[in-house]
């Protein structure tokens, strides 16, 4: 039996410019959670600590310390760390991000093997000795994938483990809608005759219904996701993958379960504010604050409000909003769609009693929804007669 612990996709080095105030705090948490990660996977007893390409965000921009720190943290893992260069983050030999992890590691003890060639991998653990053949990525974009070498060398038949390692995206799981992420079919992967396959480039785990408490089998490929969540637009909690892959009767049967290793949260929140309901706009912001999957000071948000809210609280918004939220890491508002709700009283004030805006307004007093529109097309109306004036 050996056990692999896989990640990918760490991203160190990303630089967050959409947060420059909690930029600190989003990094230094990058870096806790590989520790813990590393920690994990000795308490669980792995040989095996696979990282499936994009370690670094860049091969460039990545500064000397920050290429040490990561690699430190590898360095400490017990057993075997196998680190597949992905497209962030390509090998040809001249990438200084690999200049600068490899003249770090060469300070330290260490077994950490770069993959850096197109040639299978041998690594004895306890029980199995593994064979590794890695697909890695010698550019940022590539049309084809590199699993040639593979196909045309075979996967040896020497009751080794075979394990796959290939970056970029995966046909029907990956959006590539161009075609430039060394695209690979599951049929494909499937074809090559690997024990399994560990894949990197696409944020979000796959397989996506992998248990925490319980091991799955029969799946071959997978890829592990970002190890903690990069930004809204990527839906993951951030995890990681432990497999378990025994011999039996000449084959090799995988487990598979997923580890959330992820602590900081982006979320994307919608509230629509309903005069009527009973629920004001406070109301409505605390209940969504409370829905928070992660303490509140791991946790970015944007909220979008829409809706309209009471002349009260319409006015007090921003306090409102700093009320409810000012304990979160970040957040941010966006309430262009939220409106005012309109009031007899305020009818009366903005416009002559006898007028057809009042009358028309005052006969949609019983429908909030229509009013509020009715309002919002009058006040345009008279905006744009003022602009026109001279
Ligand atoms: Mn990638």
Redesign the pocket.
């Given at each position: 039996m050996v056990k692999i612990f896989v990640t990918g996709?760490n991203h160190f080095g990303k630089k967050y410019n959409r947060y420059p105030e909690i930029r600190h705090r989003l990094t230094e948490s990058r870096y806790g959670c590989l520790e813990q990660m590393v920690r994990r996977a000795e308490e669980e007893g792995c040989e095996l600590f696979a990282v499936t390409?994009?370690l670094f965000d860049s091969c460039v921009s990545v500064d000397r310390e920050s290429v040490a720190r990561a690699a430190r943290i590898l360095a400490g893992f017990a057993g075997t760390v196998l680190v597949l260069p992905?497209?962030?983050d390509y090998y040809t030999g001249e990438e200084k991000v690999w200049k600068r992890f490899e003249e770090a590691l060469a300070g330290m003890e260490h077994n950490v093997l770069l993959l850096k060639e197109f040639r299978p991998y041998r690594v004895v653990c306890a029980e199995e000795t593994v064979t590794v053949y890695p697909a890695f990525c010698q550019s940022k974009h590539g049309t084809a994938n590199n699993l040639d070498w593979i196909r045309k060398e075979g996967i040896r038949q020497d009751g080794t483990i075979s394990i796959g390692m290939a970056?970029g995206a995966i046909q029907g799981i990956t959006p590539d809608l161009n075609q430039s992420y060394f695209l690979m079919t599951e049929e494909e992967l499937n074809r090559i005759p690997a024990d399994l396959w560990l894949i990197?480039?696409t944020h979000v785990p796959y397989p996506a219904d992998l248990r925490e408490d319980e091991d799955t089998f029969g799946r071959r490929i997978f890829n592990a996701g970002t190890h903690e969540q990069l930004d809204l637009s990527n839906h993951t909690e951030g995890t990681c993958m432990i497999l378990t892959c025994f011999r039996k009767e000449g084959k090799t049967l995988v487990g598979a379960r997923r580890y959330v290793s992820g602590r900081i949260r982006y979320l994307d929140w919608q509230a629509q504010i309903r005069p009527g309901s009973g629920e004001g706009l406070k109301q409505t912001l605390e209940r969504l604050a409370d829905q928070a999957p992660v303490p509140r000071e791991d946790a970015v948000i944007r909220v979008t409000v829409s809706g309209a809210a009471q002349p009260e609280e319409y006015e007090a918004r921003q306090q409102i909003y700093e009320a409810v939220f000012g304990g979160f890491l970040f957040w941010e508002i966006r309430d262009a769609g939220l409106q005012e709700v309109i009031s007899a009283d305020r009818i009366r004030r903005e416009y002559a009693q006898t007028s057809f805006a009042a009358r028309f307004l005052e006969a949609l007093a019983e429908d909030p929804a229509q009013l509020q529109m009715a309002y919002q097309l009058l006040r345009q109306c008279r905006e744009e007669e003022q602009e026109e004036k001279p």
């Amino acid at each position: 039996m050996v056990k692999i612990f896989v990640t990918g996709d760490n991203h160190f080095g990303k630089k967050y410019n959409r947060y420059p105030e909690i930029r600190h705090r989003l990094t230094e948490s990058r870096y806790g959670c590989l520790e813990q990660m590393v920690r994990r996977a000795e308490e669980e007893g792995c040989e095996l600590f696979a990282v499936t390409g994009d370690l670094f965000d860049s091969c460039v921009s990545v500064d000397r310390e920050s290429v040490a720190r990561a690699a430190r943290i590898l360095a400490g893992f017990a057993g075997t760390v196998l680190v597949l260069p992905g497209n962030h983050d390509y090998y040809t030999g001249e990438e200084k991000v690999w200049k600068r992890f490899e003249e770090a590691l060469a300070g330290m003890e260490h077994n950490v093997l770069l993959l850096k060639e197109f040639r299978p991998y041998r690594v004895v653990c306890a029980e199995e000795t593994v064979t590794v053949y890695p697909a890695f990525c010698q550019s940022k974009h590539g049309t084809a994938n590199n699993l040639d070498w593979i196909r045309k060398e075979g996967i040896r038949q020497d009751g080794t483990i075979s394990i796959g390692m290939a970056h970029g995206a995966i046909q029907g799981i990956t959006p590539d809608l161009n075609q430039s992420y060394f695209l690979m079919t599951e049929e494909e992967l499937n074809r090559i005759p690997a024990d399994l396959w560990l894949i990197g480039h696409t944020h979000v785990p796959y397989p996506a219904d992998l248990r925490e408490d319980e091991d799955t089998f029969g799946r071959r490929i997978f890829n592990a996701g970002t190890h903690e969540q990069l930004d809204l637009s990527n839906h993951t909690e951030g995890t990681c993958m432990i497999l378990t892959c025994f011999r039996k009767e000449g084959k090799t049967l995988v487990g598979a379960r997923r580890y959330v290793s992820g602590r900081i949260r982006y979320l994307d929140w919608q509230a629509q504010i309903r005069p009527g309901s009973g629920e004001g706009l406070k109301q409505t912001l605390e209940r969504l604050a409370d829905q928070a999957p992660v303490p509140r000071e791991d946790a970015v948000i944007r909220v979008t409000v829409s809706g309209a809210a009471q002349p009260e609280e319409y006015e007090a918004r921003q306090q409102i909003y700093e009320a409810v939220f000012g304990g979160f890491l970040f957040w941010e508002i966006r309430d262009a769609g939220l409106q005012e709700v309109i009031s007899a009283d305020r009818i009366r004030r903005e416009y002559a009693q006898t007028s057809f805006a009042a009358r028309f307004l005052e006969a949609l007093a019983e429908d909030p929804a229509q009013l509020q529109m009715a309002y919002q097309l009058l006040r345009q109306c008279r905006e744009e007669e003022q602009e026109e004036k001279p």
